[in-house]
């Protein structure tokens, strides 16, 4: 059996705590769970909580800020290795999965928001979390927007596109059909496009 390094080690600690505190939260809230409940859940002690995140508050942001990243990865992944044509498709399909497959994604989501929104002192961490993958989907915007400012903007109204058409098809399947989000995104660049061309 193979030994793990100490960094080995912590990295899996770290991830098991990410994945117990995402079934906590979107069972019970953000207020509604406790250090206690996720660290048993990961199969640790509240110690590693602590020595890993800070505590729940910290542990959760840095979930959505995980969860949000991998998700914009995805997404680079999928137009890296679809032909152009295919990508919107692609990036449905993408959408479909996390709704469908990924019942935490959108209660994380709304409940992080509510908290926020609830507590302000909260609000500036969670906006400084969530720029990291506002960041990155702005740089794979930019490949086909060059405008920088633009590119932002798009990445901006994408992230709510995201979100808004996940938590619709979480509550109404037959609303958000597999395909619309491509056919959105390709209206909403279009739309860019056509607009950026007006004299």
Do not use: C, H
Request: glycine letters at 6%; zero cysteines.
């Amino acid at each position: 059996m193979t030994r793990l390094t100490r960094a080995e080690a912590k990295a899996r600690t770290r991830e098991r705590l990410l994945d117990a505190a995402a079934r906590v939260f979107a069972q019970k809230g953000l207020a509604g769970a406790s250090v206690d409940e996720i660290a048993e859940a990961a199969g640790y002690s509240i110690g590693a909580v602590y020595s890993n995140f800070g505590g729940k508050e910290q542990l959760f942001v840095e979930l959505l800020q995980e969860r949000a990243n991998d998700r914009v990865n995805r997404a680079a992944e999928i137009i890296a290795e679809a032909e152009p044509a295919e990508a919107n498709g692609a990036l449905g399909r993408l959408l479909v999965e996390v709704a469908d497959k990924d019942a935490d994604f959108a209660p994380l989501q709304a409940e992080f928001w509510l908290y926020a929104v609830r507590n302000p002192e909260l609000m500036e961490t969670y906006a400084e979390r969530m720029r990291e993958p506002r960041r990155l989907l702005t740089d794979l915007v930019a490949r086909s927007v060059p405008d920088a400012e633009r590119a932002g903007e798009l990445s901006s109204i994408v992230i709510a596109l995201f979100q808004g058409l996940v938590r619709m098809r979480r509550v109404d399947p037959d609303s958000v059909p597999d395909e619309l989000f491509g056919r959105a995104l390709r209206w909403l660049f279009t739309g860019a496009e056509a607009d950026e061309e007006q004299p």
